[in-house]
Structures are given as structure tokens and as C-alpha cells.
């Protein structure tokens, strides 16, 4: 079946430092990749996305790949701030279907 | 995108009660969606809302308990019946972008049950 496995949290990093949360994903076809944002108190944004392989999703600072190889869509970002501090979730679409990841939650520190 | 409010933003509720939570979007769409996202949990689809048919429901939630409208192709409720405080959870409205295939999301409704 279709599914998607991230990293689990917490992760603390420093105000500047390289972030990577992992995000792999297992799925029939050609599927859709997302990776959403939650701010202490808000909704689920959408922070980028990408539909076919090797495209690469970008905005605010962050990226990722989309890598059919394998099976992969890691988030990253060249140098975190403390208003990075979320939850981010990886999902991926199938056209009729989405499927969320449990959630990374971020910490950034000064 | 879609821009969704929701309302009420929270609420606390006594157990037994029931709490009816309305989501508005800004444009025409053709499926809503609630979620239920327990606290430090990822988001659970309670079911789909089609404007004009029954909205269908995900296995372990049921139409007595989470009764849905959804009258026009903007608005839809969703209502949390006989209230316990295991429903006490942020209650999400999302709506999709067939163009896109992205999902967008309301700010969510945040309810705890005494």
C-alpha cells in the first residue's frame, strides 16, 4: 500500500545550522509529494511540492528532491532560524488519496 | 490557493454535549475535507464531503458521531456528537486543488472535552 515514513523528533538545532529531515515514501504509480509546515497554534501549510521525478520544490529557504531511485523527498535548509520552529509533516498524493507522515518536530535555538 | 476560516477557533465543551464547527472557503470547491489531529499526532481523514451526496466516512468514524453537511460548494459542518473527553483534538478543514492535486488547510478548530 501507499505510505510515507519521516524521521522521527524531536530535532534542536541551533539558529544557522543545516537542516535535513528524512522522508522516504512507498506508493503505487507516479504519486505527488508535499511537505507541509504547522505553526504552535495554526493549520498545515504547504510549504512545497513536487510532481514528477527529479523535480526539485523550493520556498522560504527550504528544498527537496523528488528521487524515484530512491524513493525519497528529503526536506533541507541551508541555515535554519528560530521562526523555522514547526512541525513538518511529508505527504504524498495519488490523485484520489493523500497520505501524511507522523511529523518532525522542529526546534530552532538562538 | 484557497483561503478556509474556521469557526469556532476553540472551544472546551462538557461531556455529553455536542459542538457543530463550520469551515468557509473563499471559492468554489468540489470535495472538503475533516481531519482530526490528536495532540502530537499526525492528521486522521474523518471523512469527505461531496456538495449535493452523503460525505463518506473513514473506517472508525461514523456518521452518528461526526455528522457532515456540506449544503453549497463554500461551506460544510462538521459536527462532534455525544462529546467524551477522548474527542478532545484539533478538528481540520481542508479543501483540494485538482489543479495543483495540493491540499489546503483551515486554521483548525481546537477542542477539549471536560
Known amino acids: 500500500g501507499n505510505s510515507v515514513t519521516q524521521m522521527e523528533g524531536p530535532v534542536t538545532l541551533s539558529e544557522e545550522a543545516f537542516l535535513t529531515i528524512n522522508c522516504t515514501y512507498t506508493a503505487t504509480g507516479y504519486p505527488s509529494l508535499f511537505w507541509y509546515v504547522q505553526y504552535p497554534g495554526e493549520g498545515l501549510q504547504l510549504l512545497l511540492k513536487a510532481t514528477k521525478a527529479d523535480d526539485k520544490g523550493s520556498n522560504k529557504g527550504f528544498e527537496a528532491t523528488y528521487r524515484k531511485e530512491t524513493t525519497s523527498f528529503h526536506l533541507e535548509k541551508g541555515s535554519v532560524q528560530v521562526s523555522d520552529s514547526a512541525v513538518y509533516f511529508c505527504a504524498l498524493s495519488t490523485g484520489n488519496q493523500f497520505y501524511f507522515g507522523t511529523g518532525t518536530s522542529l526546534t530552532v535555538i538562538p | 490557493s484557497a483561503v478556509i476560516s474556521q469557526k469556532p477557533s476553540r472551544d472546551i465543551c462538557q461531556r455529553g454535549t455536542s459542538l457543530t464547527i463550520q469551515c468557509q472557503v473563499d471559492?468554489?470547491?468540489?470535495?472538503m475535507f475533516w481531519y482530526r489531529q490528536q495532540p502530537g499526532q499526525s492528521l486522521t481523514l474523518i471523512a469527505t464531503a461531496n456538495q449535493g451526496s452523503e460525505a463518506t466516512y473513514e473506517s472508525g468514524f461514523v456518521i452518528d458521531k461526526f455528522p457532515i453537511s456540506r449544503p453549497n460548494l463554500t461551506f460544510s459542518t462538521l459536527t462532534v456528537s455525544n462529546m467524551s473527553p477522548e474527542d478532545s483534538s484539533i478538528y481540520l478543514c481542508?479543501?483540494?486543488?485538482?489543479?495543483?492535486?495540493?491540499?489546503?488547510f483551515g486554521p483548525g478548530t481546537r477542542l477539549t472535552v471536560t
Open positions: 481542508s479543501v483540494e486543488d485538482q489543479r495543483q492535486g495540493a491540499r489546503y
Open positions: 471559492s468554489q470547491v468540489t470535495m
